[in-house]
Nanobody, 125 residues
Framework: QVTLVESGGGSVEVGGSLRLVCEAS????????RGWFRQVPGKEREAVAA????????FYSESVKGRFTISRENNGNTVYLQMDNLQPEDAGMYYC??????????????????WGQGTQVTVSA
């Protein structure tokens, strides 16, 4: 059984930084995509960043390019999201996803078969 656990969320001021961590257990698809998505109440879950665990190729939404960095441990069990220069629009619940095949676009939520419970990010002015 695959389990994803996110951590590292919190409350920061505008311009601050956070590092989110997603730890997977029971997950053996080490060439597939892992992604970070965020959701705010009343809106759909949106992509933030994704990475192919095997080769390390990464993808970002336009809104976070240059500010966020996704990375992973070589074994693929842990994925990080370094978030710098946080803005109020970055706030939300951040979820980690894990895919079980190489199919699907990394920044689409339907690419992912497993999700964690989320970690909350709050950005105050």
């Amino acid at each position: 059984q695959v389990t994803l656990v996110e951590s590292g969320g919190g409350s920061v001021e505008v311009g601050g930084s956070l590092r989110l961590v997603c730890e997977a257990s029971g997950y053996t698809a080490r060439r597939n995509a892992r992604g970070w998505f965020r959701q705010v109440p009343g809106k759909e879950r949106e992509a933030v960043a994704a990475i192919y665990v095997g080769g390390g190729l990464s993808f970002y939404s336009e809104s976070v390019k240059g500010r966020f960095t996704i990375s992973r441990e070589n074994n693929g069990n842990t994925v990080y999201l370094q978030m710098d220069n946080l803005q109020p629009e970055d706030a939300g619940m951040y979820y980690c996803g894990a895919g079980t095949s190489m199919a699907g676009a990394p920044l689409r939520s339907d690419t992912y078969d497993y999700w964690g419970q989320g970690t909350q990010v709050t950005v105050s002015a």
